[in-house]
C-alpha cells in the first residue's frame, strides 16, 4: 500500500532591493540573491526593486493600521505584500541606520507584515551593514515580523562588484543556503499560525 506524499509548500518570497541610489552595488547583489532563489524549487519569487516601485513619501491619509487606503499605489503595495509568505531585505547601512526608501515602504503598511519572516542581506563597508539591520529590528518587532537568525553581511562589499555583477564568496553562498533553508520553514509555519490567528 503506498502512502501519499505531503507535497512541499512552496513559499511566496519577496527579494527587497532596499537602496534607490542612481548607482547601487544593492542591485547586483540583489540580482545575485534572486537568482539562486529562483533556482530553487521551495519558493516562487518576487523581486521587487524599490526604486521601480517609487512609492511616494507616505501620503496616506489615515494611519495603516486601519487598513483603509484611499491610493492606488498603496492599494497595489498592499496587495502584494499581502500575498507574500516571506522577505529578504537587501539592505545598505546608511549613517548606522537603513535607507528610508525601505522605511517607508514599511511604513505603508502593517498587519500585511504580521507574523511574515524576513531575512537581512545586509552591505556596508568596514561595518558589513550590520548597523543598519540592527537599526531595522525594532521596526520589524512593531510590525510584528519574524527575524530570521540567518542573514548576510558583506563586508566592503563593493569589491565583488564588477561590470554590474556581484560575486560571491564561498561563504557568501553559503551563507544564503542557510537563510533560503530557514525561510523555506518559517514560511510555511508562519502560514499555518496566521490562519489560526486572523482566520
Known amino acids: 500500500m503506498l502512502l501519499k506524499q505531503e507535497v512541499p509548500q512552496m513559499v511566496k518570497l519577496m527579494i527587497v532591493v532596499g537602496s534607490?541610489?542612481?548607482v547601487r552595488v544593492g542591485l547586483p547583489v540583489a540580482e545575485w540573491v534572486?537568482?539562486?532563489a529562483a533556482a530553487d524549487e521551495?519558493?516562487?519569487v518576487d523581486f521587487c526593486d524599490l526604486k521601480e516601485l517609487d512609492l511616494p513619501f507616505m501620503d496616506e491619509p489615515k494611519h495603516p493600521r486601519f487598513h483603509d487606503y484611499s491610493l492606488p499605489h498603496t492599494f497595489a503595495w498592499s496587495e502584494r505584500v499581502a500575498g507574500t509568505d516571506a522577505f529578504i531585505f537587501i539592505s545598505?547601512?546608511?549613517n548606522y541606520s537603513y535607507s528610508p526608501a525601505l522605511k517607508n515602504a514599511i511604513d505603508y503598511l502593517f498587519v500585511e507584515w504580521h507574523r511574515k519572516p524576513v531575512a537581512f542581506v545586509a552591505y556596508g563597508g568596514a561595518s558589513s551593514g550590520s548597523r543598519g539591520v540592527a537599526a531595522m529590528r525594532p521596526v520589524m518587532a512593531a510590525t510584528g515580523m519574524v527575524a530570521a537568525m540567518a542573514g548576510i553581511e558583506l563586508t566592503f562589499v563593493g569589491q565583488h562588484v564588477a561590470d554590474g555583477v556581484f560575486t560571491p564568496t564561498d561563504a557568501h553562498t553559503a551563507a544564503l543556503v542557510n537563510v533560503l533553508a530557514e525561510?523555506?520553514?518559517l514560511g510555511p509555519e508562519l502560514a499555518t499560525m496566521r490562519a489560526k490567528l486572523y482566520g
Do not use: S
Request: hydrophobic residues 40%; neutral net charge; glycine residues 0%.
Open 20 to 22: 534607490v541610489r542612481p
Open 34 to 36: 534572486r537568482d539562486v
Open 42 to 44: 521551495r519558493f516562487e
Open 92 to 94: 545598505p547601512e546608511y
Open 183 to 185: 525561510l523555506a520553514i
